[in-house]
């Protein structure tokens, strides 16, 4: 069972289906029994329906996925059929004009289909390192940045490169699958393959302990 810094509350809003097709309820003999309710009282028996619209499933969607992926635990809440106790609850709602609403434990919430996206679901829900990142600063000699840039992106281990001004002229973000990788293969992976670029002239590698992202993995 998640931990309650990893449990969500998603509360949606669906509609009372409306249909123009009278199904009295039947009686055992399977004969319409009478209930005085007018043909337009429309119903499917004595059971109302309900129905999510599409942005909203969809945000539903997008949520479950996302926390399926980073190990949360999402319960939706349908304010239109909750009881006596969920209402209570959902005075967290109060003032509330968009529906769906997605609020964690922490405090931040998002409300209305417009807000629910991969960036803003992955900030909702920061999740460990599933592999080991690395940050090293290049110093090169002048030359072609282009070539360069070039050779650096072909290397798989290279996510992200960021080109800088001061003591050190590149900042490169590596990584590694599995969160076991150990500094010495990091440090052997920068010292062989991005200390033999001709123009690398000097590096500095630094390894985090322990990482947490918000970023879409």
């Not at 290049?138 to 072609?144: E, R």
């Not at 969160?179 to 033999?196: E, P, W």
Request: with cysteine; aromatic share 6%; proline share 6%.
């Amino acid at each position: 069972m998640a931990d309650d810094a990893h449990e969500l509350v998603l509360y949606v809003q669906s509609k009372k289906a409306v249909t123009t097709v009278y199904r009295p309820p039947t009686t055992g003999t399977g004969i319409p029994a009478s209930t005085g309710r007018a043909p337009d009282e429309a119903s499917v028996g004595d059971s109302p329906v309900y129905f999510l619209s599409d942005d909203q499933a969809r945000c539903v969607a997008m949520v479950e996925e996302t926390a399926n992926a980073r190990g949360y635990h999402v319960r939706v809440v349908d304010v239109e059929k909750a009881g006596r106790l969920e209402r209570l609850v959902a005075e967290r709602l109060r003032g509330v004009q968009n529906f769906p609403v997605l609020i964690s434990t922490k405090g931040p919430r998002l409300e209305g289909v417009a807000s629910f996206n991969e960036d803003s679901l992955c900030e909702l829900m920061p999740t460990e390192l599933k592999s080991t990142r690395a940050f090293t600063y290049l110093k090169v000699k002048g030359g072609d940045l282009d070539r360069i840039r070039t050779l650096l992106e072909t290397l798989p281990e290279v996510k992200e490169m960021h080109f800088l001004t001061g003591d050190w002229d590149i900042l490169v973000v590596l990584d590694f699958p599995g969160a076991s990788s150990n500094k010495r293969q990091v440090l052997d992976f920068v010292t062989d393959r991005i200390r033999g670029i001709p123009e690398v002239l000097d590096t500095s590698t630094v390894l985090p302990e322990y990482s947490v992202s918000k970023f879409p993995l």
